[in-house]
């Protein structure tokens, strides 16, 4: 166990040494935090609509005045029917169109529900997140309103349709993707580099013809980028709770629980690479093109997983970064427990334990 | 308590590293494996340690197999390998403390078998290896590979990019360790090197041109040495080439060593030879063979 | 051997912040002759080597190579060396062929000009069967003896080698060195920056460098003479031993 301590102190040594990759290790969260975040949730204010008004009576004229009256949107004009809709679209200027149905006013009194349909824009997505998303802020303030003040559970209901991209993603979908990300590279990418770099300095020789045992070293590596990677998660967290005002629905404990699990299963991916790669700079390119790019382009970070083509979809469900982003999103956005992602989290337990059996299988108790 | 190898063999992907290699090493002996790069030396010094498996063949250091217990051999053996650079961003007291604890020992428990190298760096101790000239950076390799005192101790091209000051004095740190009952198995491609171990085996190609002391290895050999010189070199070899009773003949630093056909060389004759082919201040006289004569004499067989 | 001196340098230093890494060093080279640069790590050698061949500014002093001016004409002084070290070689996934055709090319030799030189290094090294295979698969004696031809390509005046044989075999060297005596006796001045001994007895002169000056300079016979030692390498320790290591 002293040897164990041992090694890990040293490790510690290394990392704390060397400014460059400790700068980078932790200013490269917060600043892509910092990047998407602002480069996402740009606010909207004053945004034209128009509104397509079918029933023109009571409930409606109120909606559309405290629509109005917020310093989100600007009524531009009024329309007559849904095969304007396109041509104002194309003219640029009107990002959102409001379709209250026939008969809404009476409909919610009678039956108890109406529907009001948003038509967005979806050419610039980002806008057109935000704009549903203030609506349905506005249409759920006056439901409560009205149920305050009636005994009755009257409820407007609000249907969105994304003109021209119909498959957008929720907005907060960066903050589980960049930490997805975060994680995967410190684990996965130090630990690898950390290992093929005693490979290069020869000192790997050394520590094999020594009394250490192989899961020794291999183990001694792991636990320092534990930590940091932990430490990163926090950061990540923190960062989207207290700038982003993003809120974290679930538990704190399963999502702390769940990104350790995350970091295991990257730091043994990493251990992986190394087995294979001899030099830092493989186990570098290994780590970037083999890891980062699926995780950025296959795992639905940036691009929806449900409009690839099948094979795609299919490969995207080895990446572990996939199910991580799903299990996070759901505890962060939707505030779900551990019933509803337990079939991801095995899936990544699996995964864990195909590495780890991999890595063991191939380390080399010797040279080759 | 020292080393024996037993035919053993080694390839990569076709290429024969090393061929049915047998040699013993005495406990206590400073033994030198000669050889340029490429020789082998590197193969066989990791299958010693353990970190390669032979394919054929056995061998044992301290009295335990390579392959069967390379446990006990692992904890019984320093090693330098020969591109060892230590931890470059680690001071010189954290790099020893740390292969002290690997090792599961401390720095002082065994500090009378490093006192002597130590104290050479103790100064520079908070220093990062990295920052360390190559001379003190071998001191401190060879104090970490002696922290654990080892019975046998591995040293693969530990003067390899050293300067002439750094690697007298490592020579000497390898023979006051000798006197402590430390089995030494050093490798150097440098030929002058081999006069400084009791015993050496000539390597090339993956083979044992000879096993000897260095004494013995220069004394074998079977031709009178003339070394040569003249003040056209480049045209001295040439005639030379073309003298009838030539057997061989190598530039050697300012002169060329010569060795004839004949046992009954008459130095004359051969200056006559010389001056008829135009060369002028000439000098021939007779010398003392070298490792290095040998070496070539066994590499063109 | 011809008196023309191709290298002069008087009083030539470097000063890097307080520390003096050449300390006003003197020297000349002559034509065709095989000059050793001596030192142990860290006594200035590359250092000096370094503004020879046109790559680091003097601090003061003059030196003049090849005819051209080390402060202002540091183009003309790359046009007309060579140089070749065990660090730099050729490129291991070029073929023979490739290498001397690319190395041609930096120089400005024109394409029928490296096809000439092709077919002489052919026949001088007997080339035939690997002029055309990778030098990465060729052993290191090979490669030492390829990238030496490649630096003479352009026909310098002056070729500068960096420890050009360490670690090969006896045979090789040997072989190498007649290289070096045969371009040598063609009027090609050759700077032989080294610290292993035994490279240097084959030097024609050779100057010892120790803590930035030089400190012994002639003949290696005439050296051995002086300090009563049977070879360079004691010279050279009895001469680093009268200085303050570290």
Redesign the interface.
């Given at each position: 166990m002293k040897r164990f301590i041992g090694f890990v102190r040293k490790e510690f040594y290394h990392i704390y040494r060397d400014k460059r990759s400790l700068f980078i290790l932790f200013g490269m969260p917060i600043a892509q935090i910092l990047l998407f975040g602002f480069a996402i949730t740009n606010e909207i204010n004053k945004v034209e609509i128009a509104i397509l008004d079918h029933a023109k009576d009571a409930t409606t004229i109120e909606i559309i005045h405290k629509m109005a009256s917020s310093k989100y949107f600007s009524i531009n004009r009024y329309l007559d029917a849904e095969s304007q809709v396109e041509g104002v679209f194309k003219q640029g200027k009107i990002k959102a169109v409001i379709n209250f149905e026939k008969d809404f006013g009476e409909k919610l009194i009678k039956e108890g529900q109406s529907t009001i349909q948003v038509i967005a824009d979806a050419t610039d997505p980002n806008t057109a997140n935000s704009i549903t998303n203030y609506i349905q802020a506005i249409i759920q303030q006056y439901n409560q309103s009205i149920n305050n003040n009636q005994a009755g559970s009257s409820q407007v209901f609000m249907q969105t349709h994304m003109a021209f991209n119909p498959e957008i993603k929720s907005v907060f979908m960066f903050v589980p993707g960049v930490m997805t990300i975060i994680l995967m590279l410190v684990s996965a990418m130090m630990t690898s580099i950390s290992i093929t770099r005693e490979k290069e300095l020869g000192t790997m020789e050394i520590l094999l013809v020594s009394p250490l045992k192989p899961f020794q070293v291999v183990l001694g590596k792991v636990v320092p980028y534990i930590l940091l990677s932990i430490i990163n998660a926090i950061i990540i967290v923190l960062l989207s709770i207290f700038i982003f005002k993003m809120p974290v629905q679930g538990s704190l404990i399963l999502l702390g629980l769940e990104s350790v699990l995350f970091i295991i299963t990257s730091l043994s991916l990493g251990i992986l690479i190394s087995t294979i790669a001899e030099t830092q700079q493989t186990a570098m390119m290994i780590s970037l093109m083999g890891l980062m790019l699926p995780v950025i382009l296959l795992s639905g970070f940036i691009f929806p997983i449900s409009s690839m083509p099948l094979p795609l979809q299919l490969i995207s469900n080895t990446i572990p970064a996939k199910w991580f982003i799903i299990i996070i999103k759901g505890i962060m956005l939707k505030g779900v427990g551990i019933a509803f992602i337990w079939k991801e989290t095995a899936i990544l337990i699996g995964m864990t334990l195909f590495f780890m059996g991999v890595s063991i299988y191939k380390y080399k108790i010797r040279l080759e | 308590m020292g080393i024996s190898l037993d035919n053993i063999s080694k390839s990569y992907k076709g290429f024969k590293a090393i061929q049915n290699i047998s040699f013993e090493v005495k406990p206590g002996e400073l033994f030198g494996i000669i050889?340029?790069?490429?020789?082998g030396k590197t193969t066989l010094f990791?299958i010693l340690?353990?970190?390669?498996?032979a394919d054929s063949g056995t061998a044992s250091v301290a009295g335990m197999d390579v392959v069967k217990d390379?446990?006990g051999?692992?904890?019984s053996?320093g090693?330098m390998?020969?591109?060892?650079?230590?931890?470059?961003?680690?001071t010189v007291e954290?790099n020893l403390?740390?292969?002290a604890?690997?090792?599961?020992t401390t720095l002082e428990e065994n500090y009378d078998l490093i006192k002597d190298i130590y104290e050479q760096i103790e100064p520079f101790k908070t220093r990062r290896a990295g920052k360390l000239?190559?001379?003190?950076k071998q001191k401190l390799a060879l104090c970490?590979?002696l922290i654990h005192k080892p019975k046998v101790l591995f040293l693969d091209e530990p003067t390899?990019?050293?300067?002439?000051?750094?690697r007298?004095e490592f020579w000497d740190m390898l023979k006051r360790l000798q006197e402590k009952e430390i089995t030494i198995l050093v490798s150097t491609?440098?030929?002058?090197e081999a006069a400084l171990c009791d015993r050496v085996a000539l390597m090339?190609d993956g083979q044992l041109l000879e096993i000897d002391s260095p004494k013995h290895i220069v004394q074998k050999y079977p031709k009178a040495v003339y070394e040569i010189g003249a003040k056209?070199?480049?045209?001295l070899?040439q005639v030379l080439r073309d003298f009838p009773n030539l057997y061989s003949v190598?530039?050697?630093?300012?002169f060329v060593h010569y060795t004839d056909k004949r046992t009954d060389l008459e130095i004359p004759e051969l200056e006559n030879y010389l001056k008829s082919k135009g060369l002028s201040e000439i000098y021939i006289g007779l010398t003392e063979p070298t490792i290095?004569d040998v070496?070539?004499e066994l590499?063109?067989k | 051997m011809s008196e023309e001196n191709v290298i002069k340098v008087v009083e030539l230093t470097k000063k890097f912040g307080a520390f003096l890494a050449v300390d006003a060093i003197s020297f000349e080279v002559k034509a065709g002759e095989i000059f050793g640069f001596l030192g142990a790590n860290g006594a200035g050698k590359t250092t000096a080597m370094k503004m020879l061949i046109g790559i680091s500014k003097p601090s003061s002093g003059e030196a003049s190579v090849a005819g051209f001016d080390v402060y202002t004409q540091t183009e003309l002084i790359k046009k007309n060396i060579g140089y070749m070290s065990q660090k730099f070689a050729l490129y291991d996934d070029l073929t023979v062929r490739e290498n001397i055709t690319f190395f041609g090319g930096i120089y400005g030799l024109s394409r029928s000009t490296i096809k000439e030189k092709i077919k002489v290094l052919v026949a001088d090294l007997k080339l035939e069967n690997i002029i055309d295979q990778l030098v990465g698969a060729l052993p290191l004696g090979w490669k030492q003896k390829l990238s030496f031809s490649v630096s003479l390509l352009h026909d310098p005046k002056i070729v500068f080698l960096d420890e050009p044989t360490g670690g090969v075999d006896p045979i090789t060297r040997r072989q190498f060195w007649e290289m070096i005596y045969h371009a040598a006796d063609k009027g090609t001045t050759i700077f032989v920056t080294t610290h292993y001994m035994d490279e240097a007895e084959y030097c024609d002169r050779v100057s010892i460098m120790v803590n930035g000056k030089i400190e012994a300079m002639d003949r290696p016979k005439r050296l051995k003479e002086q300090y009563e030692a049977s070879n360079l390498n004691e010279v050279f320790l009895q001469l680093a031993r009268n200085s303050n290591p570290e």
């Open positions: - | 050889g340029p790069d490429g020789a990791r340690t353990t970190l390669l498996v390379y446990i051999i692992r904890k053996v090693y390998p020969g591109k060892f650079s230590l931890y470059q961003d680690l954290e403390q740390f292969f604890t690997i090792f599961g000239s190559g001379g003190m970490c590979a390899t990019g050293v300067d002439p000051v750094s007298k491609p440098y030929m002058d090339q056209e070199r480049h045209k070899i190598y530039p050697f630093g300012e290095e070496f070539m590499a063109r | -």
